[in-house]
């Protein structure tokens, strides 16, 4: 079976492992390697696997026709994708012998788009799971294959949820390869589609003077772990600082570690009221 997957992230590389131990991947697509803050080029997680497993692995910015050529000389049986920031051409989907499939982070038609973890935590929702689905022109719009139910945890965050549903969707697309032609596809009942967008920096500030309610503010922090956290300006030393608001109460200056509340206001003395206003407290 000839699979070429597709990601990007730590949360792709959990789907890839699960699904290279037990059918073998033909190629891995992800983004060219990235300075870091020092400067240093470093690769993406789904790159550093793939060195690591000797699969072949193929690094663009953009899915332009060369790189369409390429895995069309591949004849792959199934296209798989896990957490990959473009958008497959309809082209590059009509390549496969089978079919070109997505693992999405949501129970579709719900919370289609590119952050369905982080709003499901938003929206105060105690389920989501995971969808396979056909891929097709419209983002993920795909006819349903399959699906699975997770409770989320009070303390879920984005990092934990999507450590979970990469797993889960592994798992459950597996079955799905070893059936080949012979799959079930359910179309998705677009009158009950949601819609996310994509997150940015901005999303996670707040203004100290004027906090979210203390669930609101919780609902933020857990879905805004890891990125782009949740943070605030304050005023430290006569300096303003960006703090971030982590899980478990936890708060960080920039360029600092994190700490409690608790020790954080042993270190800031001066904000010790502030800081309370913001948790409500």
């Not at 069309?72 to 496969?96: M, R």
């Amino acid at each position: 079976m000839k699979i070429v997957f597709f990601g990007n992230t730590i949360y792709s590389v959990i789907g890839a492992r699960i699904i290279h131990e037990q059918l073998g991947l033909s190629q891995i697509v992800t983004i060219p390697d990235r300075e870091d803050k020092r400067g240093h080029l470093t690769p993406s997680p789904l790159k550093t696997f793939a060195l690591e497993k000797n699969i072949p692995v193929l690094t663009v910015n953009k899915l332009n026709n060369a790189t369409i050529e390429h895995i069309a000389s591949l004849q792959p049986d199934f296209l798989v994708v896990e957490d990959y920031g473009l958008i497959l051409p309809q082209n590059l989907l009509a390549l496969p012998k089978y079919a070109s499939l997505n693992i999405h982070h949501s129970l579709l038609p719900k919370y289609r788009g590119p952050s369905p973890a982080p709003a499901a935590i938003l929206s105060g929702e105690t389920k989501t799971g995971v969808t396979v689905m056909k891929m097709a022109k419209k983002v993920d719009a795909g006819d349903i294959l399959s699906q699975k139910e997770y409770i989320m945890r009070p303390d879920e965050t984005t990092d934990s949820l999507l450590t979970v549903l990469n797993e889960l969707g592994a798992h459950l697309i597996i079955p799905l390869l070893k059936k080949n032609h012979t799959m079930q596809a359910t179309p998705q009942d677009e009158t009950q589609a949601t819609f996310t967008k994509m997150l940015t920096k901005q999303d996670g500030l707040i203004d100290s003077a004027n906090p979210p309610s203390p669930e609101q503010l919780d609902r933020m922090i857990r879905a805004y772990y890891p990125w782009p956290t949740v943070w605030t300006h304050l005023t430290i030393n006569g300096k303003e600082k960006i703090v971030k608001l982590l899980p478990e109460k936890k708060l960080q200056v920039e360029g600092k570690t994190p700490m409690g509340i608790k020790d954080f206001l042993n270190g800031y003395p001066t904000l010790q009221k502030v800081i309370k206003d913001i948790f409500h407290e």
